[in-house]
């Protein structure tokens, strides 16, 4: 929000829209600048999940269970439409149909990525372990991040030839790195969240995620982990 804010942008009283919107994070975020904010989630599940911790941490944001290709949602209406970890999963081409349909003649869209860097051993061993149990022992990127062969800092080259057919005209494209501080549970809870694990079941998921931090405590014990990760954001205005 911060490097958003240097570069002029501001949330407070504005009309929000957050593609993808998971478990809240990025909403939550957004309603603490002001913002007029609802999340559009195709998963109810993720959407329960979020109302549980909106409601313990005080919040009251407003979810729509739709997905991003067909939101519900009024049209010419959302000054900036938000999107954090999740433009890899849309079908894009629909997906900025819908986003040109509800979002003001001068709104801007933001989309977020993130991820970690460290190569350190938690690092290593934990990807090793997940390798374990792909059905061909690789890992590849999500989604449409798969196909991509180069990449525009942390984005496919492809998405910005994207968003430019679609009339959207890239105001600024930036990085910046933070370190997260993770215990082995923490971590686990981190890795959770990774794309490679969405193709397995819950079973399956909690097995794997057992198995590493077991692993985990047999080979660090308490020690804490500082892991690298990048912040990648790209913020497009519409022609």
Request: charge should be negative.
């Amino acid at each position: 929000m911060e490097s958003l804010k240097r570069r002029g942008i501001n949330f407070n009283n504005k009309k929000v829209a957050d593609l993808g919107s998971g478990t809240g994070v990025l909403s939550r975020a957004l309603h603490r600048e002001g913002a007029v904010v609802i999340g559009v989630e195709p998963s109810y599940e993720l959407i329960q999940e979020a109302k549980e911790i909106d409601k313990n941490e005080g919040y009251m944001i407003k979810y729509v269970h739709a997905f991003s290709e067909s939101t519900t949602l009024l049209e010419d209406t959302y000054d900036y439409i938000a999107v954090l970890r999740a433009w890899h999963w849309f079908d894009s081409d629909n997906t900025l149909t819908e986003i040109k349909r509800i979002l003001k003649d001068n709104g801007s869209l933001i989309v977020m990525d993130s991820g970690f860097l460290s190569k350190s051993k938690v690092i290593v061993d934990t990807l090793e372990i997940i390798k374990g149990h792909m059905p061909n022992g690789k890992l590849k990127s999500a989604g449409s991040k798969a196909n991509s062969k180069q990449m525009i800092n942390g984005f496919p080259v492809e998405w910005f030839k994207e968003w430019q057919e679609h009339q959207f005209d890239l105001q600024e494209t930036y990085k910046f790195n933070y370190n997260v501080t993770f215990t082995n549970e923490e971590w686990c809870g981190r890795v959770g969240s990774l794309s490679w694990l969405s193709g397995f079941d819950e079973n399956e998921r909690n097995n794997i995620l057992d198995e590493i931090y077991t692993h985990l405590d047999k080979e660090f014990k308490g020690i804490k982990h500082n892991i690298l990760h990048g912040c990648y954001i790209t913020v497009l205005s519409r022609l």
